[in-house]
């Protein structure tokens, strides 16, 4: 019955309309100092010499790229922080990752910053948002998949960072009586964000209390 229920796509509509609420970012604002926080999403090692980023990650990975092109079009300043550690233990980190598919793909070394050490969202805004503050930018844009934006905002705002929602990617559940894989892998993909909105819920009241 649940094979059945979360392959026609009809919890996965319902899901994704609760957390994918923000649109695409078409023409930002840049100000004289800008920074784009870009949230890892999995890496795979290959073999000792050879990693990559995973499915969700290329999207937000063309997306900084896209953003910090049109910065830099515009004539301001403008970073790119890549922020991920190594949760899976294959040896480099998620940011060290993107960085170097970041440099791949003609972004200067200059303009990229590294954090490395968060294994979760919640590390992801504290480590990212010291950073964030020590280098006193003006305009935090933060990018990662739609599915993933609501969670990812409200832990930066825990540490007083309110940056612009950049979404990478939109998922579409398709709505039919057979039951398909897809809509099955967005199901799993929207309850795992809505328990880590439980537990931001619940850090927000042991805060209060």
């Known amino acids: 019955?649940?094979?059945?229920?979360?392959?026609?796509?009809?919890?996965?509509?319902?899901?994704?309309?609760?957390?994918?609420?923000?649109?695409?970012?078409?023409?930002?604002?840049?100000?004289?100092?800008?920074?784009?926080?870009?949230?890892g999403s999995g890496s795979t090692k290959w073999n000792e010499e050879h990693y990559s980023t995973q499915t969700y990650g290329y999207s937000r990975l063309n997306e900084a790229a896209r953003l910090y092109f049109n910065c830099k079009k515009s004539g301001q300043n403008c970073k790119i922080l890549m922020s991920g550690g190594d949760p899976a233990g294959i040896g480099k980190s998620e940011a060290e990752i993107?960085?170097?598919?970041?440099?791949?793909?003609?972004?200067?070394?200059?303009?990229?910053?590294?954090?490395?050490?968060?294994?979760?969202?919640?590390?992801?805004?504290?480590f990212s948002s010291a950073i964030i503050k020590e280098h006193h930018f003006e305009n935090i844009i933060l990018v990662t998949s739609g599915t993933h934006m609501k969670r990812s905002l409200m832990f930066f705002k825990i540490f007083n960072i309110n940056a612009t929602p950049a979404v990478s990617d939109k998922l579409l559940a398709k709505m039919q009586w057979e039951s398909a894989t897809k809509n099955?892998?967005?199901?799993?993909?929207?309850?795992?964000?809505?328990?880590?909105?439980?537990?931001?819920?619940?850090?927000?009241?042991l805060g209060k209390n």
């Not at 392959?7 to 100000?31: C, M, T």
């Not at 099955?184 to 009241?205: N, P, R, S």
Request: proline residues 2%; aromatic residues 8%.
């Open 1 to 39: 019955i649940y094979s059945v229920g979360a392959g026609s796509g009809y919890f996965s509509e319902i899901l994704l309309k609760d957390l994918q609420v923000h649109e695409a970012l078409r023409n930002p604002q840049w100000q004289p100092s800008n920074v784009i926080v870009l949230l």
């Open 98 to 126: 993107m960085h170097d598919e970041l440099v791949g793909n003609n972004i200067s070394k200059e303009d990229l910053i590294v954090e490395n050490l968060s294994l979760n969202t919640f590390e992801n805004a504290k």
């Open 184 to 205: 099955v892998m967005i199901l799993d993909t929207c309850l795992h964000e809505h328990a880590g909105l439980v537990k931001y819920y619940a850090f927000e009241m």
